[in-house]
């Protein structure tokens, strides 16, 4: 949660609201059930949403980031889901680059 606040801070307040309220352009975090999976969101991020203006994480956040930014998500804004550790990103990017 520490490590993962800074960065959603970073990159992601801009269109997700610092509150995590969500805005014209990114959705809401605050009491979100599609953060309930931990694949969906760590494939959210790494991906992105180039067509509706969120950047891929993939290349420029390392597993770490990615689980902290994650767990972040999924820990505050009215969530209570559970953390995402870096072998949960290490499974699903790997499930990613594999046709």
Do not use: W
């Amino acid at each position: 949660m520490e490590e993962g606040g800074p960065l959603f801070g970073s990159d992601c307040a801009a269109c997700h609201a610092p509150e995590g309220g969500g805005d014209a352009i990114g959705p809401a975090m605050t009491n979100n059930a599609s953060l309930a999976s931990k694949d969906h969101v760590i494939t959210r991020i790494l991906e992105g949403m180039p067509a509706k203006g969120m950047p891929p994480f993939a290349q420029s956040y390392s597993d770490r980031k990615i689980a902290a930014v994650a767990t972040f998500i999924r820990g505050a804004f009215e969530n209570a889901y559970s953390p995402i550790v870096e072998e949960d990103v290490k499974r699903v990017r790997e499930t990613i680059k594999k046709p």
